[in-house]
Structures are given as structure tokens and as C-alpha cells.
């Protein structure tokens, strides 16, 4: 459903069982950086209300998603550690080149948040299933489902915006990408490396 070209290597789930604490943190942080995300669509194209709609209802969403993992790190007695650099977001947004339209960039955002989610809602699905902790994989279980909606949301909003068939070959070439880079991750106590 996702299409992704290269699935998670089940093995990740043991790095994240001995660093609980990071990758709760590391979340918090995904859902912080989902939140403004929906802002800055919103601040640089007001002109696409359907857009703006839905995207005052997803930073609504993520934020909320944000106090739910907050409240999963204070319930285990940690705190929210600091913000590091996303490896994984870092290396996807250098795939499509700078410039273009106002139609072609918001299509390219699309398109990288749609990946994002997609992403992400692989992963939650993994530790839903393969973590030993049963409140912790209920909770992935039940984040994993408004990934997998918002995964659909962003790539919907790309291919109206955009020609169907550029959106769907850009869309295409942007999953091989992301799967090289997924070659060199995996290994890291974060939700996208």
C-alpha cells in the first residue's frame, strides 16, 4: 500500500528496544517537525484553501501526536532531550532541484511529506508488531493509522495539484531515491534513520 521500494529490516526494532528514551525523543521531535511543516504549507501557499484546510487540521493532529509522545516520556521518568539533525530528512529533500513554479515547489513538498509519512507509518506498523513492551506497541499501532491517512492526504494534494502523470513519475523516482538512502540507514536509535 505504502510503496515503498526497500521495507525496514526487522532488526531496527532491537536497536530501538535498548534506546527507548532516544527514540521516544526522536518522535517528539518528528511530530514537532510534522506540525510546522503544516504551517509553513500554510504560510507559503494561503491560495490553495482545500489545502490550508486540511492542513489546520493536521497541526491540530501533530501537535496533539506531540503531547501524546511527551506524555509517554514523562510516564517512563525521562525527559525531552534535545533536537538532532534528521539524516534521513536531510539527504531526501537534496532529490528534487531548487526553484521551478510556486506549483511545481508546493508539489515537491507535498511529495517529501507524503514520503515522510509513508515512511514513518512503516515503521510505526513495525514496532506495532515486533516491539516486547504491549503498551508501547498499541501505541505505534494506533499513531500508525493517521500516518498511513496523512501519507495519502499529501500525495492526493501532489497529484491535484499537479499533471497526474509528471506527479506519478516524480512520485516513482523520488521511492528508488529514498531507498538508497534507506540502504545506508537502519541502524540508529530513530524513527527515520
Known sequence: MLGLKLPTDPRWVNIVEKNIEEILTDHAYCEQKATSTAISLIVS????????????????????????????????????????????????????????????????????????EARSCERFKLLSEELQDPELAKFYRDLMVSEANHYTMFLNFARQYGERAEVDEKWQALLTYEAEIMRGLGNQETIHG
Open 45 to 116: 501557499f494561503p491560495e490553495y484553501t482545500e489545502l490550508v484546510q486540511e492542513m489546520t487540521k493536521l497541526v491540530k493532529e501533530e501537535i496533539s501526536h506531540f503531547k501524546m509522545v511527551h506524555d509517554k516520556i514523562l510516564e517512563r521518568g525521562f525527559i525531552l532531550g534535545r533536537d538532532r539533525k534528521d539524516d534521513y530528512v536531510l539527504q531526501l529533500v537534496k532529490f528534487f532541484p531548487k526553484g521551478g513554479s510556486r506549483t511545481t515547489q508546493l508539489v515537491h513538498r507535498l511529495l517529501y511529506a507524503a514520503l515522510i
